[in-house]
């Protein structure tokens, strides 16, 4: 009896769940739509065309923005908008320094026309004011009710796994919104791996390690495999959002910087690249 009292209960929060989140829903709660290996099927490799807009002299250091986590709807925001005067004064005043921009992801709360209208009205502003091409890469939040098509039809290059290059640097976004890297992306980037001995930037959406254990890849065999293969492979930096806030983490070769949120701590990172010495800056900017 106590134990058909339990399987009662279980239910009946699921069934409450299912009916009164409009943030979830049973895909995420069954993970539905939340294969990456149904999600990835091939690397795109950027073209010319595809790339327009990122000129940097041939041999020259160059620099890009990372923003993560902007979470456009966001109720833990009180309704209040999103705070971006700093970050608006500081693109006026410097923004010419930059080549492209990286957002990691969790670009809205929750699948929603409204919210991912505001995201592109961002996206335009930074494209049609500052002439910054924008990189997507996909957050867990972006799927949240059946998200991936809104997502991937609206956020340029419209895919989750893709890799560019600049002046000898190859740019691999790896899609992590399932919380796993999943068996056919990496077969598939230890195939692209193997042809590509420039040095490396890696970008996801969630932390390989983090001091936050709670919020890191779940699959620790995944992950020690994962942090050896870039080591193996001339990485140099890993970048990824989801915590919220900055962290660096040396895991060998190269370095893991968890960016800060944009919405939750109003900052942004600066990085700049140099060629010649194959070196990675990093720089925070913000309150």
Request: include cysteine.
């Amino acid at each position: 009896m106590k134990l058909k009292r339990t399987w009662i209960f279980v239910l009946l929060t699921l069934c409450v769940t299912l009916t009164f989140s409009c943030k979830y829903g049973s895909g995420n709660i069954f993970y539905e739509y939340n294969s990456v290996d149904n999600r990835v099927n091939s690397l795109k490799k950027l073209t010319p065309a595809e790339m327009s807009g990122v000129s940097v002299p041939a041999g020259q250091p160059f620099s890009f923005m990372v923003l993560s986590d902007i979470h456009f709807g966001s109720i833990r925001a009180d309704g209040n908008p999103l705070p971006l005067n700093e970050f608006w004064a500081w693109m006026d005043s410097s923004s010419s320094l930059l080549d492209f921009v990286f957002i990691l992801g969790d670009n809205i709360d929750w699948c929603d026309d409204g919210f991912m209208a505001e995201y592109e009205a961002f996206c335009n502003k930074i494209e049609n004011e500052y002439h910054l091409k924008i990189f997507n890469i996909l957050g867990n939040h972006d799927m949240y009710q059946m998200g991936w098509e809104m997502w991937s039809t609206n956020c340029f290059p419209h895919t989750s796994f893709y890799k560019f290059e600049v002046n000898g640097f190859s740019f691999y976004a790896l899609d992590t919104g399932s919380g796993t890297f999943g068996k056919k992306q990496v077969s598939l980037l230890k195939e692209e791996f193997a042809h590509d001995s420039n040095p490396k930037v890696v970008l996801t959406h969630y932390p390989l390690y983090t001091n936050f254990f709670y919020v890191t890849m779940d699959d620790t065999t995944e992950r020690n495999l994962m942090i050896n293969l870039f080591n193996q492979n001339n990485v140099k930096a890993f970048f990824n959002g989801h915590i919220h806030r900055n962290e660096e983490i040396d895991l060998g070769s190269f370095t893991e910087y968890s960016v800060p949120s944009l919405r939750f701590r109003q900052k942004w990172t600066i990085v700049t690249v140099d060629p010649a010495t194959s070196s990675v800056n990093v720089q925070y900017f913000g309150k």
